[in-house]
């Protein structure tokens, strides 16, 4: 247990460092960011698609990247909870200052005690899943002051509930910020660079390499100080 409390602490801070990265923020349309992720899950051909968007959908403020990787878990996610025929249900909406998107299945849903822990790290109803991606997706919504949601019913099926700023509510501070240069303190390694991670603890490496990998770093792991020195 001890070993998992010490995993899930270190995914913790791992995840708030990540945030603190500036975004590289744009105008998006949710709409074609929507159909190039689904694109990805269409060969799974149990799943039926119903898309509902307006004709005139307000542009978001977004890192297409991060929000790309935020929408693709949250679909992951919907797929794997209907192993037999369902249907994936997205609609989107303007709300004022806001665009609300609307993902649902019509999986067997989520209990009360799970959606209480659904985007800590590490918790995952699905056996042999390291359970990470809603909590990176929860991250990245937090990260442009949107916000993740999730509704569930007795009757089954999941509804995730996306809410973004739309581009033209950004103050001018925050519009700067997706043409501002990144800047990056010496001491800290840079991407497309090596990282080393060292742990006898293999639940604790891997998780590491792996959070480390998505930054776009190139990780080693090894087990002992010893074989680092190899």
Do not use: C
Request: aromatic share 4%; no cysteine.
């Amino acid at each position: 247990r001890s070993s998992a409390n010490r995993a899930v602490s270190l995914v913790r801070g791992m995840l708030s460092f990540s945030q603190r990265d500036l975004l590289q923020l744009e105008p998006l349309d949710l709409r074609l960011l929507i159909l190039r992720v689904q694109n990805r899950f269409l060969q799974h051909s149990h799943i039926s698609w119903s898309l509902n968007f307006p004709e005139k959908l307000n542009q978001v403020s977004g890192d297409d990247q991060k929000l790309t990787q935020a929408v693709e878990q949250i679909l992951q996610n919907a797929v794997e909870a209907m192993t037999d025929s369902g249907t994936i249900s997205i609609a989107a909406s303007n709300a004022g200052q806001n665009v609300e998107l609307r993902i649902s299945d019509t999986g067997p849903g989520i209990s009360p005690e799970a959606i209480e822990q659904i985007f800590e790290p590490f918790f995952s109803t699905k056996t042999g899943h390291h359970g990470l991606g809603l909590s990176m997706s929860h991250g990245i919504l937090n990260q442009h002051q949107g916000q993740l949601a999730i509704e569930t019913h007795e009757a089954g099926g999941a509804v995730f509930l996306i809410t973004l700023p739309t581009y033209a509510d950004l103050d001018s501070t925050q519009q700067k910020r997706k043409t501002a240069p990144v800047k990056v303190s010496s001491a800290l390694p840079l991407r497309n660079t090596t990282v080393l991670v060292v742990d006898d603890d293999p639940r604790v490496r891997l998780v590491t390499e792996a959070i480390l990998k998505t930054g776009g770093y190139q990780v080693v792991g090894v087990e002992r100080g010893r074989n680092a020195l190899d």
